[in-house]
């Protein structure tokens, strides 16, 4: 009961609270704005059709009714021609010098069946198409009248609410179907008229009218084929309003007769060109390769570069086929996408700080996942200095920014850049080693005299403080270039002299050391980067480098003792190491030929399982040292050997 006050007035409510201070307004106000943007597109759409609807149905309905004003009268007799009639009988009276005597009942009159099939089709084909004008009209107030009521509250939460309730009503109703029906009522509308013409012109002329009928039936096959092209090319920008009837149907008769598993009423045809447009398949994967690669053409050297070089990470993660399509990309020279991020990086330290952490973290993360993602050592058709160029390394090495996030990033990046390198480096010498142990090379070989380029590397390798940089890398190639020269020379000798085969061991002990120390060169990148992440917390991109790099090692090959030493420090370290990266080092103490450091790492290992009895790593190490022997080292790895 209502309180009340003395004098018998009620008393005020208490005043309610205002739903927009709701605690939940903030959530509804995410639907609101969703919902109204799907509405607005929806209103915006049925408009449009309703628009173009309504300026066809009223030019149509006006030539129709001129056609009718002239059928329409042979529907009932010509009071002219009955006139003359009378006057034909009464002149034949005259002249007969008889008298005329005026019938009670003449013959009534009986339009002719084509005269009366013509304007049953022609009064349909206008009712129809008015009928379809005042649905248009009709879905145009409702559809305003929609979006009135459910933005007209202020509150989010009530203007939510208001909203899903009418939403629901639309779908309850068939709000869709109604507006794609009344196009149909219109095309109807349509093929009433044109078989009232046919038969107009029938009894009028049969020429003009065969030539209509063929033309009528050349529009009636491009309309039938237009209405199925989309039940079976889902990306067929074609259809008529009688395609979705046609859908329903075929879909119903699959349901009943293949035991289709969709509902054909729930499985739209829209349902279906959205699954034809994601489903796995390769005409997808070269769809979204095409679509990519003119983006990538389009990319302006502003915020659409950045936009591209801060999702390919995303992009190389989330698609399966991500890692082909942006290798596609980077291989197409025109597009210069690999050394455009490159300078986009280089220029990113004349930013203002804010902006070039950004920049440059974009940048480098962008590279880092191509090569985590992208790079695979057995595809011939990877080189990532083709990706990039020859600047990349240089502008890497150079790039300085105080900061520890963009240094991880930076010596994450530069080492997983080398290591791909070499790599693709030592991937070729296999190939070629293999080329020449096919046409009967083995051992024993002659030991040549080392090239330039061979002692340039070494003079990068083996020393105190040995470093894999730019200058190393250089030496690297000339020195791979070399031996594909001479490579080339002898297959082209052995072709041309098989009986005659010229001397290979020299090559084959140089495809050897060369291997061995682009070997030695990617085991160092990986000790000084397992050197410097730990004089830190790693951060996860450091460690996902390091899982990455591995101790890539070939059993074949030697390590020099600098590095095997560094080896065993690391595992002493294990305390703080994480174990994953710890695992990791277990398995690279197959490269250990020296007695003393197998010893050692022997003695780690035992400490560690105390520790961790059930490590497979530590297991797996203990079997390897315990089977491992001393070897003899080659010269071409002693410290100082330059």
Known sequence: MPQTLSSGHFAPLPQ???????????????????????????????KGDMDALLIFAGLFSASITAFLIESYKSLTPDPDVVLLNQISLQLAAIANGTRLTVQPNPVPFEPSFSSLLCNVLWFLSLAFSLASALAATFVEQWTRNYLTATQKHPAPKIRARVRAYLHQGLQKFGMSTVVESIPTLLHFSLFLFLAGLIEFLYPINSVICNLVVAILVICAVLYITVTFLPIFYHHCPFRTPFTHLCWRVWRTVRYYTRGCLENPTLFTLSAARELSAVARRPARDARDKEALCRTAESLSDGGQLAAFIEGIPGFLIDESSGADIIKHILRDKTLNLGPRIVERLHLSAYRDPSEAVRRAISCLDAIWHVLAYCWQTESPENDVEEWFNEETLPVLETFVYEGPIINHYLLSTMSLYISSILDSYLHSAKSME??????????????????????????????DSPDVTSGCIMAFKKWLLLLHRDFTAIKGHISDQ?????????????????????????????????????????????LATFYRLDYDYDPALSVSLYNQT?????????????????DQLLGAVVILDDEELITETRDIVVDYLKINPDSDSALRASTLLAAQKPQQRPSVLNLHST
């Not at 201070?21 to 759409?45: C, F, G, M, N, T």
């Not at 009967?440 to 390798?461: A, D």
Request: aromatic content about 10%; proline content about 10%; glycine content about 2%.
């Open 434 to 463: 293999q080329e020449l142990r096919h046409i009967g090379v083995e051992l024993p070989w002659t030991i040549p005299e080392p090239r330039l380029e061979q002692l340039r590397v070494q003079k990068y390798l083996l020393t």
């Open 498 to 542: 098989p009986h005659h085969p010229p001397p290979t061991d020299e090559l084959m002990q140089s495809l050897w050391t060369f291997q061995t120390l682009v070997n030695e060169a990617q085991i160092t990148i990986c000790n000084d980067f397992l050197a410097k992440v730990l004089s830190d917390f790693p951060p996860y991109e450091a």
């Open 16 to 46: 309610q609270p205002v739903a927009s201070d709701s605690p939940s307004a903030k959530i509804w106000s995410v639907y609101v704005a969703e919902a109204d943007r799907q509405d607005r597109a929806l209103a915006s759409s049925w």
């Open 566 to 582: 560094r080896l065993v420090d690391f595992l002493k370290e294990y305390g703080d190491i994480p174990q994953l990266a710890f």
